[in-house]
């Protein structure tokens, strides 16, 4: 009996201790007394409400972000305001989205203890569904079920910014960073790398977290660049996402499939005026069979029929586009897309 209560007290005292610690840890971000600290908040997991509460890292993104004093920095779900205190000090103002009213008093209160409220404008809107004020830089631990989109969003939007630093799901992370030939090169990786560098700064542990997800995170800069290519941005996209939703495919099998020519050639009927291929044509079987041809030719003539879009660089799938597009082969109706149209989820 006492040797069953003994092991029962082994089991539970490095739990408990572990418990301490990480209120030691939230009170040391929040300060003592602050009387608002995580511990007393319930948090939404199924939101993304995970808080970052280790400071070494907190200040490790501010400084990586290389705020200037007249910077004005935009936060997506700032949650409590761990980092947001750190970003008011350092820039001129913060503009933070966070749909949480529990968390906007919270964080508005903490702003106002340390008299920095007068650098802080809160926003209580869906930061996915509305358009961004002008701001230098965006620095965020963003929910992780928004981070396609909302990536998407920043590096496709109308807003220039200089850089983005963003606290991410580490696998989510890897796919950004990704080369052509990675396992986690995806429309995704070819679709931000067209417009921007992106730069692993840390990883970080799910224990600093509250609650702690079930998956590590890590934090990523994207750089707009300043060059990009000279192409169609709804082409560009409408095409990758041809090629990638079967990224291991030929693009041979990609672009051979009968229902797949048949959905080029109603695109490019609408919008190449000078294409030999017009009215109902896409239900003709003549006019089918040429533009089957004109795709394999385009597919030849590149080399590009027994490669996978998986291990093709930028440059050859600009060049494969291009060389689409001179033989009047269209991927978007351009009648309908605008540049600013926001990625699907699962982008």
Known sequence: MFGNERSMLRRVVPVAGFISRRLRAVRQVHGDGDGVGEER?????????????????????????????????LEIGPGTGNLTLKL?????????????HRMVQV????????GLNDKLRVIQKDAMKVLFPRFDLVVANIPYQISSPLVIKLVYGPRPFRSATLLLQKEFARRLLANPGDSEFSRLSVNVKLLADVELVMNV????????????????????????????????RAFTSNCFNNRYKTLG????N??????????????????????????DEGGFT??????????????????????????ELLHLLSLFNQAGIYFANHGHLKREDRFDADD
């Open 41 to 73: 908040l319930h948090f939404h997991k199924s939101k993304g409400q995970h808080i970052l509460i280790n400071p070494r890292i907190l200040d490790t993104i501010v400084r990586k972000s290389a705020i200037n004093p007249t910077d004005t920095v």
């Open 290 to 315: 040429s533009f089957k041809e004109k795709i394999i030719g385009v597919l030849r003539t590149g080399e590009f029929e027994d490669k996978r879009p998986a291990k093709l660089s930028i440059e």
């Open 88 to 100: 008011l000090e350092a820039a001129h103002k913060v503009v933070a989205f966070e749909i949480d």
């Open 253 to 256: 099998s990609i672009f051979k």
């Open 107 to 114: 964080l508005e209160k903490r702003a106002l203890k340390q």
């Open 258 to 283: 009968k229902r797949k020519v048949f959905e080029l050639l109603k695109i490019s009927n609408e919008n190449d005026k000078a294409s030999s291929h017009k009215g109902d044509d896409a239900e």
């Open 205 to 236: 542990s799910k224990r600093d977290f509250l609650p702690s997800p079930k998956v590590d995170s890590s934090v990523v800069i994207i750089r707009p660049k300043p060059q990009v290519p000279n192409v169609d941005l709804r082409e560009w």
